[in-house]
């Protein structure tokens, strides 16, 4: 009783950090355009949000900062946490609290305070930069050539030391290096086919231990589901593209869709959750009946096509509470809103509950969209007039 009872309460307090962002979105600084550029002449006094296809921020936000575009540059003084999504990534000054980035190209030389987040296919923290927390990290090449304060937590093909490191270092990879510079306090723990390639003038103050990877082998340090970081990647950019693309397509659909959302998110909220429990249990008890099977399959199909939209829906819904105005295009909605979405997901624990939410938000909007705009039967115990007709048109002949 008490797990259901703080994993309700947890819910609850994700549902009002989910709806908080957007209603706290309102009240802060928001800057949009192709292309933004905020000055170090210019002090923000709130949290910065801010879209675009090239963004620049040199000035000093006292607060954090949520950025979404192609190509990022943060070289000012944050007072707060940074969370950003685009394909090119640099982030210099300071930042006093945490960073979580997700790009192609992600690049630290920034003075961070807190921990970091990192999802791309590079990761560098340059010699100028530090993380003074812990670093989790999932990239194809992950280079630290910047001291970390506590641990490192990565996954991917090439892991790079060349500074030093607080505590330990954890990882699943190909291959890990640590060359001249390298100096980790704690042990260094790898799982890995290739051995460690170690200097001689590296030095490892604990353990440094091998594990053989498996096949079966998963790694839960940066999913929220279980699946291995590459694999959580992947989902996370193919939701982006599949948003982009419903967009594209479907305009006026997505954001009439969302009309809903705006008004009563509460309801799509209770629906989605509903369905969540009910409709598993109605596919087992239709499968399980043989005769049911056929329908099993289409209601599961169904369901399938339900969840793989209700990503897309409730970042768009994200969107548009971010971009209050009738002035915005849907594409830049919807990337600002996946963005969004998509760096959130990144928080470990809380990411998983907040893709619960954007899950049942978007799934219970679906559901009743489909049941409103469903054409209902209509049956009259009249003759049709037309039949009549034709009738006595018949008879006169």
């Known amino acids: 009783m008490r797990k259901f009872a703080l994993f309700v309460g947890t819910m609850l307090f994700i549902c009002f950090v989910f709806f908080g962002l957007a209603r706290l979105a309102s009240a802060h600084n928001f800057r949009s355009g192709d292309t933004v550029v905020i000055d170090r002449s210019e002090t923000i006094d709130h949290s910065l949000f801010a879209a675009g296809k090239t963004i620049d921020i040199s000035s000093e936000v006292n607060g954090d900062v949520f950025c979404a575009g192609q190509t990022i540059t943060i070289s000012g003084v944050i007072h707060g946490d940074v969370i950003c999504a685009g394909q090119t990534v640099e982030i210099s000054g300071s930042v006093e609290g945490d960073v979580r980035l997700v790009g192609q190209s992600v690049t630290v030389s920034a003075q961070v305070k807190g921990g970091a987040t990192i999802g791309g296919q590079t990761f560098t923290l340059?010699?100028?930069?530090?993380?003074?927390?812990?670093?989790?990290?999932?990239?194809?090449?992950?280079?630290?050539?910047?001291?970390?304060?506590?641990?490192?937590?990565?996954?991917?093909?090439?892991?790079?030391?060349?500074?030093?490191?607080?505590?330990?270092v954890k990882a699943e990879v190909e291959r890990i290096s640590l060359r001249n510079g390298s100096q980790v306090e704690g042990n260094v723990e790898y799982t890995s086919k290739n051995k460690i390639s170690k200097s001689s003038e590296a030095l490892v103050a604990g353990k440094v231990t091998q594990i053989a990877p498996t096949e079966n082998r998963q790694n839960k340090r940066g999913a929220i589901f279980g699946f291995n970081l590459a694999w959580f990647l992947y989902w996370v950019t193919a939701m982006v593209v599949t948003a982009l693309t419903i967009v594209l397509l479907f305009p006026r659909l997505i954001h009439r869709s969302t009309d809903r959302l705006m008004r009563s998110p509460w309801a799509s909220l209770l629906t989605g959750f509903?369905?969540?429990?009910?409709m598993p249990v109605l596919l087992v008890l239709l499968a399980a009946t043989v005769i049911g099977l056929p329908l099993a399959v289409i209601l599961g199909l169904s369901w399938l096509v339900v969840f793989l939209l209700s990503g897309p829906v409730s970042a768009y819904f994200l969107g548009r509470k971010?971009?209050?105005?009738?002035?915005?295009?849907?594409?830049?909605?919807?990337?600002?809103?996946?963005?969004?979405?998509?760096?959130?997901?990144?928080?470990p624990i809380i990411g998983f509950l907040i893709l619960l939410v954007a899950f049942w938000l978007g799934a219970g909007t679906i559901l009743m969209e489909l049941f409103d705009h469903t054409p209902k039967p209509h049956y009259s115990r009249e003759p049709v007039s037309v039949t009549t007709n034709r009738v006595k048109t018949i008879r006169k002949k």
């Open 322 to 347: 971010v971009l209050r105005g009738p002035t915005y295009r849907p594409l830049l909605i919807m990337l600002t809103g996946a963005a969004l979405l998509a760096a959130l997901y990144f928080i």
């Open 126 to 168: 340059s010699s100028d930069g530090s993380i003074n927390r812990d670093v989790s990290v999932g990239s194809a090449t992950a280079t630290f050539s910047g001291p970390v304060g506590r641990d490192i937590a990565a996954g991917g093909s090439d892991l790079i030391l060349t500074s030093k490191v607080g505590r330990n």
């Open 274 to 278: 509903v369905a969540s429990i009910v």
